[in-house]
């Protein structure tokens, strides 16, 4: 069956790095797109980053654009998020997630179909 699993969180100071993985199988082709959200400590779950394997495109939210980039991992199904400069609320719980809207363009947006656990990031001032 599908299975995403997620990885690479960690405690850091303000203006470190994390490199966040997704790992995923059991699709019969690629999925349409890999994303990842977080899930900030009393706020909704937000959009993060995705990346389009139907046409490569990418895209990041505003709140980390310069920051974080999404990419396609060397091993096959992989993709990773690296985080740079990263500050106390980007702090949360970091989600990969599998088959949802993605486009360069125009974003992402729920639902996505296949979830990770998580992996906790943790930025202290």
């Known amino acids: 069956q599908v299975q995403l699993v997620d990885s690479g969180g960690g405690s850091v100071q303000f203006g470190g790095s994390l490199r966040l993985s997704c790992v995923f199988s059991?699709?019969?082709?690629?999925?349409?797109?890999i994303g990842w959200f977080r899930q900030i400590p009393g706020k909704e779950r937000e959009a993060v980053a995705c990346?389009?394997?139907?046409?490569?495109?990418?895209w990041h939210a505003d709140s980390v654009k310069g920051r974080f980039t999404i990419s396609r991992g060397e091993m096959k199904r992989t993709v990773h998020l690296q985080m740079n400069d990263l500050k106390p609320e980007d702090t949360g719980v970091y989600y990969c997630?599998?088959?949802?809207?993605?486009?360069?363009?125009?974003?992402?947006?729920?639902?996505?179909?296949?979830w990770g656990r998580g992996t906790r990031v943790t930025v202290s001032s």
């Open positions: 990346f389009s394997y139907y046409d490569g495109s990418s």
């Open positions: 059991g699709f019969t082709v690629d999925p349409y797109a």
């Open positions: 997630a599998a088959d949802g809207f993605c486009s360069g363009d125009y974003g992402m947006s729920a639902p996505y179909d296949h």
